[in-house]
């Protein structure tokens, strides 16, 4: 959660260089995983906790370049 507060934050900032687009996505991503996030602290539900896998999984594979 500390990790997605700072991407939202950093991509809500006017002085980011990044194109409005690719700051809107990590935002809306961001959003979602702190929502997820605090949904699970409330009820943990499997469905929402593979949401957070998979979108981290899918993130971490495209840094590292795997398909």
């Known amino acids: 959660r500390k990790l997605w507060s700072i991407f939202v934050?950093?991509?809500?900032?006017?002085?980011?260089?990044?194109?409005?687009?690719?700051r809107q996505?990590?935002?809306?991503?961001?959003?979602?995983?702190?929502?997820?996030?605090?949904a699970l602290m409330l009820k943990p539900e499997v469905e929402r906790l593979q949401a957070l896998i998979d979108i981290n999984t899918n993130i971490a594979a495209g840094?590292?370049?795997?398909?």
Not at 13 to 22: F, V
Not at 25 to 38: E, H, M, R, W
């Open 9 to 22: 934050s950093d991509a809500l900032r006017d002085e980011n260089p990044e194109k409005i687009e690719i």
């Open 25 to 38: 996505n990590i935002a809306n991503i961001g959003i979602f995983v702190l929502t997820q996030s605090a």
């Open 63 to 67: 840094l590292s370049g795997r398909p």
